[in-house]
């Protein structure tokens, strides 16, 4: 079975662009959540996604934004860069029925 | 809201040599309580978990916590740590009733072993 794949792992972006990152859960997992890591904060919840409805959001900016399609695959989006959001950005998906999350690999984000 | 604090961010341990990493949490709610384990350039991975039940719980490689809930804490211990055992932990919680599969994480703790 395939884990949690993030697409991509790395990125290179100037202050004042928007970004897209890209998050395919587990098959036959419905939910989806979002995870920004740095050393400073450690890892913060950002938002989590199921059945296409955002359940859940962390305390961050408008600047961050996600969806998830019909498929349950998520994307999320940050706009406006700014070089604190240098940053691991992990994704995670749950069965229904289950407590425990899988973790991607992560997206590295690099804002210069 | 919830808070989880690894009381300690870094900690060296000589191979073969006991280690025990420290989790304190804070809810006003019945939570779920997971240890996960990182490496280098890597995602996080499920180590073990408590939910309910035996308040102590194993992982298949050795590492076990106990729940303990006067003292609001879910220690992680192994009796012989490897080489192979050098990462980063994170301890973690969650809202038993929530209904979503939020985490509330420390800030980490890494862990060296020396050969």
């Known amino acids: 079975k395939a884990g949690v794949t993030q697409t991509p792992r790395y990125l290179i972006k100037t202050r004042g662009q928007q970004v897209t990152l890209s998050c395919s859960p587990i098959s036959g997992h419905r939910s989806v959540s979002w995870y920004q890591q740095t050393p400073g904060q450690g890892l913060q919840f950002l938002f989590e996604y199921f059945s296409e409805t955002q359940r859940n959001k962390g305390n961050f900016p408008g600047r961050f934004s996600g969806r998830q399609f019909s498929n349950s695959r998520s994307e999320m989006n940050v706009s406006t860069l700014e070089l604190g959001d240098s940053a691991l950005y992990l994704c995670?998906?749950?069965?229904?029925?289950?407590?425990?999350?899988?973790f991607g690999q992560g997206t590295r984000l690099t804002v210069v | 809201a919830q808070s989880v604090t690894q009381l300690d961010s870094q900690v060296p341990v000589f191979e073969e040599a006991p280690v025990e990493l420290r989790c304190n949490y804070s809810s006003s709610v019945s939570v779920y309580l997971f240890w996960y384990v990182q490496y280098p350039n890597q995602g996080l991975q499920l180590l073990l978990k408590?939910?309910?039940?035996?308040?102590l719980v194993e992982s298949i490689n050795g590492f076990e916590a106990e729940f303990n809930k006067s003292q609001t804490s879910f220690h992680l211990r192994k009796p012989s740590v490897h080489i192979s055992d050098t990462a980063e932990y994170f301890c973690?919680?969650?809202?038993?009733?929530?209904?979503?599969?939020?985490?509330?994480f420390g800030k980490g703790t890494k862990l060296s072993v020396i050969p």
């Open positions: 973690a919680v969650s809202d038993s009733g929530a209904g979503s599969y939020q985490l509330t």
């Open positions: 995670a998906s749950s069965r229904t029925d289950s407590t425990e999350a899988f």
């Open positions: 408590y939910l309910s039940g035996s308040t």
